[in-house]
């Protein structure tokens, strides 16, 4: 039996023998059937299409990166408009140090500061300035508006019922992935 040789597309598969000595036959991926595979490129193409859609109208009508907005965002629903740059990484989904880079582009600009915790030196505040929840409040109109023509709109009620359960799902099994693989690390 081959193993079968993956191409860019992580379903499409060209027939091959790629095994190498000591290979366990167990290993054998599931390859993707060709509705899988329809499935998993249309996602990828959301995946690839969607960000950049919605950085494209955030640069053009606030001057804004997609993950900028996210953390004026998420400062803005914040007590006092302010957050721990551990639980604002979290919130973004990003590394503390792609944060820190954000976060100096931001404080450039005016929008944010940082300032060490008031009840915990070790830690940093993140914190939004009038400036950017000013600039935040006249970004979300049309980004509601293009997030509304490209998502929402574009599907019946009960697509975008079950699109929010698929995502949820889709957003539990990363998060589980992660998790073990930080047990794992830490073991």
């Known amino acids: ?26 290993a054998e991926p599931r390859w993707l059937s060709e509705s899988e595979l329809q499935v998993w490129r249309a996602l990828t193409l959301l995946i690839a299409r969607l960000p950049s859609a919605l950085e494209s109208q955030l640069q053009r009508d606030s001057g804004l990166s997609f993950v900028e907005y996210y953390v004026l965002a998420g400062l ?4 006092q408009r302010t957050m721990r740059m551990s639980q604002l990484a979290m919130f973004t989904y ?3 140090s792609r944060l820190s880079h954000v ?3 931001l404080e450039r600009r005016g929008l944010v500061r940082r300032e060490p915790d008031p009840t915990d030196g070790r830690c940093t505040n993140a914190i939004l300035t009038d400036e950017g929840y000013e600039l935040l409040v ?11 023509e490209l998502v929402v709109d574009a599907l019946d009620s009960d697509q975008l019922q079950e699109l929010g359960r698929i995502s949820e799902r889709i957003v539990a099994s990363i998060d589980g992935r992660l998790e073990r693989e930080t047990i794992a690390r830490e073991a």
């Open 76 to 79: 803005s629903d914040a007590p």
């Open 138 to 148: 006249a970004a979300a109109p049309r980004h509601v508006t293009t997030a509304r």
């Open 94 to 96: 990003s590394e503390l």
């Open 103 to 105: 976060m100096t582009r």
């Open 1 to 26: 039996m081959s193993n079968e040789a993956v191409s860019q597309d992580a379903g499409h598969t060209e027939r091959e023998d790629s095994r190498r000595p000591g290979d366990d036959a167990a």
